[in-house]
């Protein structure tokens, strides 16, 4: 229930905070391309376009908040998280083609001597208006962002963050144009393209780390390890992985218990380690495998019989002699098996045919390359 309020306000809080980014970059978009082509001014219209490219960014971000926030299904078990990355990575790659175009547009024009006129003042104008606009809404989108903590908000944020640093730029270039230096407009287009460009690519290359399970970083994974590490009843830890999922993460983990104690316990133990990573960690969910012994290396105990075939064995070489048991633990360790057999009492209730059976198995144990002991007990009935 607790998840799912969070996901609801985290939902509501990302659709409410992108639709007012929606609407400045549309008024940011038509002033800065109309007044730049109006005033012959290359960086504005730049700007512009990188004003168009965060319009472009928030209806994404609509689209893939409203598909990610839908619960696990049959078809996606750990949820929908993951549509926010792609859709980070999608925007990413339109950032950096968006950012080489222009790049390639600024530049022939620069090596143009008829293309670097002095442009109308309005521009400046505009470019400082769209600076404060865009410093004012990074800082309203990042404090959402990490209310919610949502990973595409925070990156819509940074994106409006990077054009007003371009803003900054293009008020620079307008202003330089107009000291009668005309090439600082096109050299300012430049710069807004190359920030274009290089925001696209640190989007783009940190959606695709994530989408080919890249771990959390060595904070994240020590803050794991000690949650498990300090659980009761965990005496080691190997094999822990990590890997991403929006904006929370996916962890397998195998702990070492005592091999002795018994299945219900070690599943306590594995609830137990899980529930302290979930309660420590932005962490969406814990697989915890328990290892009797460490088998990180290798698995000694693998080649060996299982327990039908084990005690078929034992039934065959022994016959009359081994009545059918009340019980049977087996322990499977560094390549052998101990066996606790638990017999009928009438049969212990006979110290001779209980003893001729301890001294057949112990007999066949000293022979056999399975097992390293067999124990004998009365039965519980």
Known sequence: MHVHAHSHTRFHAAQKSTWISVGVNVLLTVLQIVIGIFGKSQALIADGLHSLSDLLSDFLVLWANRASSRAADATHPYGHARIETAATLALGIALTLLGLA???????????PAAMGAVHVATL????????????????????AKRVKSKLLAANAWHSRSDAASSLVVVVGIGGNLLGFHFLDLVAAL????????????????????????????????TIREAILNTPGVLGLHELRTRRMGNQALVDA?????????????????????????DNAEVLDVMV???????????????????????????????????????VVLHYLDGKVEAE???????????????????????????????RSVHLHRGSH
Request: some cysteine; glycine content about 6%; overall charge negative.
């Open 254 to 278: 195998h702990i070492l218990v005592d091999p002795r104690i018994s299945v219900s316990e070690g599943h306590y133990i594995a609830e137990a380690a899980r529930r302290r990573v979930l």
């Open 102 to 112: 222009l790049l390639w547009g600024a530049g022939i024009k620069l090596q143009d």
């Open 341 to 371: 057999m638990y017999l009928p009492a009438a049969f212990c209730a006979d110290p001779g045919r209980f003893d001729a059976l301890k001294a057949a198995m112990n007999a066949l144990v000293a022979q056999d390359g399975v097992f």
């Open 125 to 144: 104008y505009i470019a400082l208006f769209t600076l404060v606009a865009k410093e004012l809404l990074y800082r309203y989108l990042m404090a959402v």
């Open 191 to 222: 710069i807004v393209a190359f920030l274009i460009a290089r925001m696209g690519v640190k989007m783009a290359w940190e959606a695709m780390s994530e989408l080919i399970d890249t771990g959390l970083d060595e904070a994240a994974l020590a």
């Open 289 to 327: 495998h328990i290892d009797p012994e460490d088998d990180a290396v290798t698995t000694p105990s693998a080649h060996l019989p299982g327990r039908d075939a084990l005690l078929a064995e034992l039934k065959a070489r022994l016959g009359d002699q081994m009545p059918e048991p009340e019980r």
